[in-house]
């Protein structure tokens, strides 16, 4: 960060955060620099980074698994909801990324700081892992951005944007689901 607020500096080092990170700002208007399953409280202003980054741990007490990237937090229908990429299926070694697939999925938690659970086929977006993002348009209709990033997709390095059902089941989980219609 600029030690003097000014875009020329000088900079110091304050973590190492990704540059797939995204701001989160929770309930009570706390503002979070979220980042690879880290969040970091900051001035929204920008004037400041705040404490030290709170490391979000799964229901296993682990980090977010097979080298997916948590890359965004959003809170959906009171859950906590941390979207991230990754690689699934195949084989782990040499043609992991070849033989398996780059989905975006997703861990929901009842606390900002978790533990966080995948949910059963918790797959939002099978093919269209990395950097994604999704929104509530004012129509009420959910609405993903993402970048297609693998071979076996319906498209592969191209941006897309597509139309989610997502709602919170009787299990109270919350799925999120491609919807087939046009945005």
């Known amino acids: 960060r600029s030690t003097t607020g000014k875009p020329e500096g000088p900079y110091e080092y304050v973590d190492r955060a990704r540059s797939q990170s995204s701001v989160f700002v929770d ?25 030290q980054p709170i490391r979000l741990k799964t229901t296993a007490g682990t980090r977010f698994t097979k080298g997916d990237v948590a890359t965004n937090l959003a809170k ?12 699934c299926g195949g084989n782990y070694g040499e043609n992991y990324r070849v033989d398996g697939t780059y989905d975006w ?37 959910w609405f993903g951005l993402f970048f297609g990033n693998e071979s ?26 491609i919807k087939d219609e046009l945005p």
């Open 76 to 87: 959906i229908h009171g859950k906590y909801i941390v979207f991230g990429t990754g690689w």
């Open 152 to 177: 076996t997709g319906p498209w592969n390095c191209y941006p897309g944007v597509l139309v989610f059902d997502v709602r919170l089941d009787a299990d109270d989980t919350v799925r999120i689901e």
């Open 105 to 141: 999925v997703y861990w929901q938690s009842d606390a900002l700081e978790g533990p966080y659970e995948m949910p059963r086929q918790a797959y939002a977006m099978p093919h269209c892992g990395h950097s994604c993002q999704i929104q509530q348009g004012p129509d009420g209709r």
């Open 27 to 51: 309930d009570d208007g706390t503002t979070y620099l979220f980042y690879n399953g880290n969040l970091l409280p900051f001035d929204p202003k920008g004037d400041s980074l705040s404490g």
